[in-house]
């Protein structure tokens, strides 16, 4: 089993640079009396308490290994949490761990230079180990635009890793979350596949709003204005036979004129009409736009989508969602 033992190499001698990085980094810490010796000193003890769990009683150690983490930042404690997320089971948070002690490695200079490019060397190495034998799930995710976020497992997953083998566990169902200006939030599930097909985000619930008030705005004006319209061709109509009906007009032109401004006045009587109609409709959708557009923006209400559309045809104006 050439790959187990490799494997097991690769940690044998992590652990033995981390042992001796450790020891040197408490040296130096030690020769500095300063306001933070007794946080490194606590920092100290639960490492080494960790260290004398760790064969006998790995879950307390791990436990040990992150609260003197949590109280001192250090490379060699870091590696230790990367070890503890192997054991778990989570090799992809355990890669996360070891980047960030390798990170710190280069950052900080709490260790002797030899012992600081040893550590280096066997994160590295070790890490290469631990890729190789990672799980890999193929993402898919089209379009891929500007701003795309994607959130796998409630981890951010960098853009870097999609169309290629991402390393994650295949055994176990994944949830990917996407958001993307200009298109839905969208969730795909998978285990060795993951595909997913942003769809562009709905019109605006305030710019619904402002379109269905413009509509009414426009439909009550023309409605006005044809009633206006109608109310001139009955005085034209009344001019045409002053006797008050067309059987009292005095020649055939003036009767011809009569019914002609009675049927003007009609027809911008229907039209006013209607677009009355158009107008009280569209006024209502914008109020009731107006007043669910907090449940619009916040996109789902008791578990449920959100959706609308708002129309205009020959019937009038209509409003269709659910909610």
């Not at 308490?49 to 040990?64: E, F, I, M, Q, V």
């Not at 006013?272 to 914008?286: E, K, M, P, Q, W």
Request: proline letters at 5%; glycine letters at 8%; aromatic letters at 6%.
């Amino acid at each position: 089993m050439p790959h187990a033992r490799n494997d097991w190499l690769s940690r044998l001698r992590l652990t033995a640079i981390v042992l001796v990085c450790w020891t040197s980094a408490r040296t130096a810490t030690a020769q500095d009396a300063d306001a933070t010796s007794s946080v490194t000193e606590r920092a100290e003890a639960e490492f080494a308490a960790g260290l004398a769990l760790r064969s006998t009683d790995p879950a307390t150690a791990c436990r040990h290994f992150q609260k003197s983490l949590a109280l001192e930042r250090s490379a060699s404690v870091w590696v230790r949490v990367g070890e503890c997320r192997e054991q778990e089971g989570t090799p992809r948070q355990a890669l996360a761990d070891y980047r960030r002690a390798l990170e710190l490695n280069r950052e900080v200079n709490g260790y002797r230079p030899e012992y600081q490019a040893d550590l280096k060397q066997a994160i590295e190495e070790h890490l290469a180990t631990l890729e190789a034998r990672i799980p890999r799930v193929i993402i898919h995710v089209t379009p891929q635009p500007a701003g795309l976020e994607l959130v796998l497992d409630g981890e951010p997953l960098p853009l870097s890793t999609l169309d290629r083998p991402a390393g994650v566990n295949p055994l176990q169902m994944h949830a990917l979350v996407a958001h993307a200006p200009g298109y839905q939030a969208a969730t795909a599930y998978g285990r060795e596949e993951i595909n997913m097909t942003l769809l562009p985000a709905a019109a605006s619930p305030r710019l619904l709003t402002y379109v269905a008030g413009g509509i009414a705005i426009v439909a009550l004006a023309t409605a006005g204005g044809f009633y206006l319209d109608s109310r001139g061709s009955l005085r034209a109509r009344d001019r045409a036979c002053p006797g008050g009906g067309g059987f009292t007009c005095a020649s055939e032109a003036e009767r011809h004129t009569y019914e002609a401004r009675q049927s003007d006045a009609a027809r911008s009587l229907t039209i006013a009409d209607v677009s009355v109609g158009v107008g009280a409709g569209a006024l209502a959708a914008a109020c009731v736009l107006w007043f669910l557009e907090p449940h619009f923006r916040s996109g789902t209400r008791g578990g449920s989508t959100v959706t609308s559309r708002l129309a205009v045809d020959a019937n009038g104006l209509s409003l269709e969602g659910t909610w």
